[in-house]
């Protein structure tokens, strides 16, 4: 067992009750105070500045000061699992209520410990590389069974390969940034011509993304039992979607300007290890897959994802309440797919899931399917109807998992959408 995931442990900084924050979870992002950038944790509504403490001796002699002093938790991450789990029980100790090293030093703990309402939270990732996959199988027959015949809604290749596409890595922005609605060619199917203007069919996609600690020799492959040593941690994660650019630029390359103008993604990176305590079964695969796909262990999550509408015309509507553990295709194979034909992946590297969606209707993870391509509008709040994502509207995102001690959660990603110039 996870020292740090201990269920007992209690801290003496104040944690409110159903915070995604406890002491059981300690993410890592980055926080921007009197203009500098530092590494940082969380708990409850507080960040710890790991730059100050580090410089205090109390995390050890292990870790270098300036991973800490950085815009982005890459080098910090790329220290290794290891030295990242130490930091981790380093962290989980100084805040447990039984030690009091950090606790009784004021001076230290005014200087490291800071309300998050004081800080700016920053990008935590210089993401150099984004891969999409397209996991879910629940959401691939969905999409199959809406453009394609019903009874080959799944593609000949989908339960043999995790399907993935390499995305715009630039255009991924923080939980809190807008959303210009983007333009691009729209066709009708009965229009004899494209056009060009904004699009009418904005959609979000739920996913969790994980996020790479080491880096693998060009020409190297990564097996399934190797993967987790390359994991991380991983993030919640909106991949915005514009059905009509989409449905017409596709064929024959697939996602390309209808994918590239906004990914959002939350501003914590939670350990891997932290989730330990919500590993679950996966779905079973069959046909059974081919041998460097096969895997031990457990290697899902039960990972709860919500998904709400506001406007300035109502409330937070929720609208999804899915969860993480419906995934076909697993990180492990992901990755183990990915570096399969010898590709270099890098530290700071970010593999998104894919829309993730779940066995009903309240449970799929896009307007695309929830609506049924906008044939079935949700109504909102206020009586008005969704088939998409209209100008102004808000979309939240919350993914945490939760047992009957303890939750660990990401945050939220929050995205406002403003109207096309």
């Not at 691939?140 to 015949?149: E, I, K, S």
């Not at 799944?154 to 596409?165: E, S, V």
């Not at 300035?312 to 399969?340: E, G, T």
């Amino acid at each position: 067992m996870i020292r740090a995931n201990d269920p007992k442990l209690k801290s003496w900084v104040p944690v409110p009750e159903n915070s995604d924050f406890p002491i059981q979870n300690l993410p890592l992002g980055i926080i921007k105070v009197n203009d500098k950038h530092h590494v940082a944790s969380r708990i409850g509504d507080y960040v710890i500045d790991l730059a100050v403490l580090n410089r205090s001796g109390l995390l050890g002699v292990d870790f270098v000061q300036r991973v800490f002093e950085s815009e982005h938790i890459n080098d910090c991450i790329g220290l290794g699992k290891s030295l990242m789990r130490d930091l981790r029980s380093r962290l989980s100790r100084l805040l447990d209520d039984k030690h009091t090293d950090l606790a009784s030093d004021e001076d230290l703990r005014k200087r490291c410990l800071i309300p998050i309402r004081d800080v700016e939270v920053c990008m935590p990732l210089d993401i150099r590389n984004y891969t999409d996959f397209y996991s879910s199988i629940e959401h691939a027959t969905n999409v199959g069974t809406m453009f394609r015949d019903p009874e080959n809604a799944l593609l000949p290749n989908w339960k043999h390969i995790p399907i993935g596409y390499h995305g715009r890595a630039s255009s991924i922005i923080l939980s809190g940034t807008p959303v210009k609605r983007p333009k691009g060619q729209l066709k009708g199917k009965d229009d004899a011509v494209p056009v060009y203007g904004p699009t009418k069919q904005l959609d979000f996609e739920l996913e969790m993304a994980f996020v790479t600690c080491k880096s693998n020799d060009l020409g190297n492959t990564i097996s399934t039992d190797e993967t987790e040593e390359y994991i991380f941690g991983m993030v919640l994660f909106n991949d915005w979607s514009a059905r009509d650019i989409q449905s017409w630029e596709y064929v024959p390359l697939g996602p390309f300007l209808a994918k590239s103008f906004a990914s959002s993604i939350s501003a914590w990176v939670v350990n891997l290890d932290a989730l330990k305590p919500f590993r679950v079964e996966g779905p079973t695969q069959d046909p059974k897959p081919l041998p460097y796909l096969q895997f031990t262990g457990q290697h899902n999550y039960d990972i709860c994802l919500d998904v709400y509408i506001e406007s300035p015309m109502f409330i937070p509507a929720k609208i999804v309440h899915s969860n993480y553990k419906y995934m076909y295709w697993n990180m492990a194979q992901q990755l183990a797919h990915h570096a399969s034909n010898g590709c270099n992946i890098q530290v700071g590297d970010l593999y998104a899931s894919g829309t993730i969606s779940g066995p009903i209707r309240d449970s799929f993870g896009s307007m695309l399917e929830l609506t049924w391509r906008g044939t079935d509008p949700i109504k909102m709040p206020d009586g008005s109807e969704r088939k998409f994502i209209q100008d102004r509207d808000k979309v939240i995102m919350h993914a945490y998992a939760k047992n009957d001690d303890v939750r660990i959660g990401f945050g939220e990603v929050i995205t406002e959408i403003k109207p096309a110039d």
